[in-house]
């Protein structure tokens, strides 16, 4: 315990830095080019860490691979370079004369309307502090928030974060809608089944992904064959402006929808549909966060709110009780 202890002591960011280089590269000699230092000179300082921390890091071959004492020294090498980076950044503002930093990864769910309404929420109260928004997928974007390279997650909160060791919170349920071109013949009827819609061309999400598992369970609840005239799509502007000039459908989230109808882009179908997909969330993984993410967390938390008003044509509105869960304890949200 000492022993480790003490070789704790010993290292520097620049240690931790080199063995980063090392896993991503996966060769010696491209880590020694890349940190321009000889290769002998990088042996030895391997050798020299393996023998500190009383285990091999890695298995030597083409590529390196980590061995069990590897992953464990990765986990938190992550973590510690994420953290130095932030803390850096954190400085950098203060003597900028900002207020902090806020790193924020999101689902294109509350992308639309959520989140920029919670930025201008926040740099209204806090104008200084600086926020960065990065839009991808959940499973991409988690890894980086364990690693302490995003502050926090909007998005819904999927099995991947409610498995994850972090905290969540919960803001509001948010159900998906149908949406077509605005002059779609469709619109004209008092009522749609998905009788009526099965005749038609869709485009949907990736196989497996939450809101194509939706649609094909309503047309399952419905007895009826999932779609098979369709188009795959993960992207936003193909599918609207598909949507517009054709006859094709496609679901969204309820943000998404309140968004396309408000400008007039698109029109939502009045077609029943379960919420499925579960509710939109905040994600993080500090116990304490800073000033300006709590400042971030109560302006998210004061849109939510507002969007549970919000309204629009043929849509049911949302239930206006918004359910909370935490987990590993009670986290700060206030500044």
Not at 35 to 40: A, M, R, S
Not at 68 to 94: F, P, T, W
Not at 236 to 258: C, W, Y
Not at 272 to 290: C, E, F, Q, S, Y
Request: charged fraction near 20%; aromatic fraction near 4%.
């Amino acid at each position: 315990m000492d022993e480790h202890l003490n070789w704790m002591r010993r290292l520097k960011i620049r240690h931790l830095e080199v063995f980063m280089a090392l896993v991503e590269t996966g060769s010696q000699s491209a880590t020694a080019e890349l940190l321009n230092v000889t290769q002998p000179a990088l042996s030895k300082w391997l050798r020299e860490l393996e023998q500190s921390a009383g285990s091999p890091l890695f298995d030597r071959g083409r590529p390196l691979k980590l061995t069990v004492y590897g992953e464990v020294v990765l986990r938190y090498a992550q973590r510690v370079l994420g953290d130095s980076l932030r803390m850096a950044d954190e400085l950098g503002a203060l003597q900028a004369g900002s207020s902090g930093q806020v790193r924020v990864g999101v689902l294109r769910t509350v992308a639309a309307i959520l989140l920029p309404r919670a930025i201008v929420n926040c740099r209204r109260n806090a104008p200084q502090v600086q926020i960065t928004i990065q839009e991808d997928s959940l499973d991409n974007l988690l890894p980086k928030l364990q690693r302490h390279e995003l502050d926090c997650i909007i998005g819904r909160l999927q099995p991947e974060a409610l498995n994850a060791d972090v905290f969540r919170e919960a803001l509001y349920d948010e159900p998906v809608c149908a949406i077509v071109r605005k002059h779609h013949p469709l619109l004209a009827r008092d009522r749609v089944t998905w009788r009526d819609v099965a005749g038609y061309p869709w485009i949907v999400s990736l196989p497996g992904t939450p809101m194509r598992l939706c649609v094909e369970a309503e047309f399952a609840s419905a007895r009826l064959p999932a779609p098979t005239d369709l188009i795959e799509s993960m992207s936003l502007l193909t599918n609207e402006k598909l949507l517009q000039q054709t006859d094709m459908i496609s679901v969204v989230s309820r943000q998404l929808a309140v968004n396309y109808a408000s400008t007039g882009s698109l029109a939502v179908l009045p077609i029943k549909m379960r919420d499925a997909l579960g509710p939109v969330g905040l994600i993080w993984v500090d116990a304490n966060p800073t000033a300006a993410l709590a400042r971030f967390f109560d302006a998210v938390r004061l849109e939510a709110r507002a969007l549970l008003t919000t309204e629009i044509t043929s849509m049911e509105p949302v239930s206006p009780t918004a359910v909370r869960t935490r987990r590993r304890g009670t986290a700060t949200g206030t500044s």
